[in-house]
């Protein structure tokens, strides 16, 4: 079993930025992919970005430029950093880490809420 709780979540004016952290706790997350989705109100969750265990990583069209994912294999952490944070970048935010190739062996955190207002 992996537990993932995410932090780093808040009220943020447009423009400005947060770093959301995935912390893991269980097993070494060097053997999954992790992944930040994101669910607004009244809509589905969504993909924003992804990091392999190779450190490839590949964004929503809707925040290239501005999200940065990274991982540190020796905090058994991830990490999403946001930049230029628009009012329609707000939701919660959901940490997920799957190993590929073990269908059932992938995990969620319980999200954090990321709210962008002036």
């Known amino acids: 079993q992996v537990q993932l709780v995410e932090s780093g979540g808040g009220l943020v004016q447009p423009g400005g930025s947060l770093r959301l952290s995935c912390a893991a706790s269980g097993k070494t997350l060097s053997t999954y992919t992790i992944e930040w989705y994101r669910q607004a109100p009244g809509k589905e969750r969504e993909l924003v970005a992804r990091i392999t265990i190779g450190r490839m990583p590949n964004y929503a069209d809707s925040v290239k430029g501005r999200f940065t994912i990274s991982r540190d294999n020796a905090k058994n952490a991830a990490y999403l950093q946001m930049n230029s944070l628009k009012p329609e970048d707000t939701a919660v935010y959901y940490c997920?880490?799957?190993?590929?190739?073990?269908?059932?062996?992938?995990?969620w955190g319980q999200g954090t809420q990321v709210t962008v207002s002036s």
């Open positions: 997920h880490a799957a190993r590929l190739g073990y269908l059932g062996d992938d995990y």
